[in-house]
């Protein structure tokens, strides 16, 4: 399965952004996608997740700003990330894996990464 995310930039804070990520390949391999991110110097962190039926997780810290979603006919996750702030500032990763979201099964597979930098 190969991921190609690609929406990031920068921003000025409180604006917004739409980042995209393309699944290829096995598509069958996976079902759940979701979004990390890791700023300098810190842990890649979970930002977002959605099922392949449309459940979505968030990280607290981003409730009520981002927005997850899918397109299943295009193997497409989006993030809406509305309202940033500069401690929003990292590389956004892009994941998928067969399973839930509390529960993988076989591979991981990470896109290569989007920078959002966030101005105050």
């Known amino acids: 399965v190969q991921l190609q995310a690609s929406g990031g930039g920068l921003v000025q804070a409180g604006g917004s952004l739409r980042l995209s990520c393309a699944a290829s390949g096995s598509i069958s391999s996976i079902s759940t996608m979701a979004w990390y991110r890791q700023a300098p110097g810190k842990q890649r962190e979970l930002v977002a997740a959605?099922?392949?039926?449309?459940?979505?997780k968030y990280a607290d810290s981003v409730k009520g700003r981002f927005t997850v979603s899918r397109d299943n006919a295009k193997n497409t996750v989006y993030l809406q990330i509305d309202s940033l702030k500069p401690e929003d500032t990292a590389v956004y990763y892009c994941n998928a894996y067969k399973g839930s979201l509390g529960l993988r099964f076989g591979d991981d597979y990470w896109g290569q990464g989007t920078q959002v930098t966030v101005s105050s």
């Open positions: 959605i099922t392949s039926g449309g459940t979505t």
